[in-house]
């Protein structure tokens, strides 16, 4: 079962604040040092899916405090092993540290927030791979390879974005949901200039397959969007990035794109409404 780690600074003895805390038994170990005479170190060993309420509560109590800070860290390891049997009169204690029940365990909404804010920075590298990731897609169009398309698939870093619009409406924070959108519209235009400009350099051969594919959206589509969507969902708030690229394969957003594009360039405006249309429902369906 996932751990984190809460290291947490603070200007006073934080051990009464963690006793009389509600949330204290959803905390599987805690230590505490005094580091100078006005700050204390405590590091706590919670579960994943207990560290939302205990920041909460961390942050509830030393809102006041100058010094206080908590940082939150994956765990890998940790020995010794939480053991799920007990004696019986440890039973009770025990059961309260258990997660809360629900269907799906998901991570803090702190962690949460730093991952989604780091699927948003508009940095070299990610300008490069939207480049990059409309290159081999305009090649896959070209060509009418599948393989080449899907690689265009998992390089595009078009997912962040949605994700994060869809976690900032959630939230009703407005700073991170402006932030969201205006990278959204700066990779999309990225791509979509990139293959208008391939569309009018290039011979187009509009009755290929991967082509005329994406320029029509029917009920399929809406669905596999609306469950990719919730797929990517899943995979970022369980905090199993690792399905991640199944979904990135699933949503396909550049594809639409790219072939928008180069349609355009290439001077078939029905062919661009479709596949436009194509690629605003994909987004409308990933963002609901």
Not at 131 to 142: C, F, H, P, R
Request: with cysteine.
């Amino acid at each position: 079962m996932a751990e984190r780690l809460i290291e947490v600074f603070s200007g006073s003895d934080p051990e009464k604040d963690l006793e009389e805390m509600p949330e204290e038994k959803s905390i599987i170990a805690h230590w505490m040092v005094k580091t100078s005479e006005k700050l204390w170190q405590t590091k706590i060993l919670a579960l994943a899916e207990n560290s939302e309420k205990v920041l909460d509560s961390l942050e509830q109590r030393f809102t006041q405090d100058e010094s206080f800070r908590a940082i939150l860290f994956q765990v890998e390891a940790s020995l010794p092993r939480t053991q799920k049997e007990k004696k019986e009169e440890e039973q009770a204690e025990e059961e309260e540290k258990k997660p809360e029940k629900g269907i799906f365990k998901r991570i803090s909404r702190e962690e949460l927030y730093h991952d989604i804010s780091e699927m948003i920075s508009n940095d070299a590298v990610d300008i490069t791979m939207i480049i990059l990731s409309t290159i081999v897609a305009t090649i896959g169009l070209l060509r009418n390879s599948p393989a080449i398309i899907i690689g265009a698939m998992v390089i595009a870093p078009m997912l962040g974005p949605n994700v994060a619009q869809s976690f900032a409406t959630t939230l009703g924070d407005f700073g991170l949901l402006a932030k969201s959108v205006r990278t959204n519209l700066i990779r999309i235009g990225l791509g979509f200039t990139f293959a208008l400009v391939f569309g009018l350099l290039l011979r187009l051969d509009y009755t290929t397959h991967e082509i005329t594919s994406r320029t029509v959206a029917d009920i399929g589509d809406i669905v596999l969007a609306f469950s990719s969507g919730t797929a990517a969902a899943l995979s970022i708030t369980s905090g199993v990035s690792t399905s991640l690229i199944g979904v990135m394969v699933a949503v396909s957003l550049m594809p639409p794109l790219a072939t928008a594009g180069m349609l355009l360039g290439s001077g078939n405006v029905a062919g661009f409404s479709g596949a436009i249309l194509l690629f605003f429902v994909n987004i409308v369906c990933i963002n609901l």
